[in-house]
């Protein structure tokens, strides 16, 4: 079986965190990060598993890059 490695953002909404696999925009949910991640690597396998090639291919974001940068604003 093959593996491959996707991207995780956690945001923490309210009392629960929410985790985006932006290449391939899907997205769960969790009380807590821990809970949140599992959902989402759950989500991402099932989708592989039900997904046929062309949709994953469609989906996919392979050119993805994450960075910070600042911004002035007033206070």
């Not at 593996?3 to 391939?24: M, S």
């Amino acid at each position: 079986m093959k593996t491959t490695r996707f991207t995780a953002l956690l945001e923490k909404e309210g009392n629960q965190y929410v985790a985006l696999c932006p290449e391939l925009d899907i997205a769960s949910q969790g009380n807590t990060m821990e809970e949140a991640m599992a959902n989402l690597k759950e989500a991402v396998e099932l989708f592989l598993e039900c997904a046929d090639t062309t949709e994953i291919n469609q989906r996919l974001h392979t050119d993805l890059f994450i960075t910070q940068f600042e911004v002035e604003r007033a206070a």
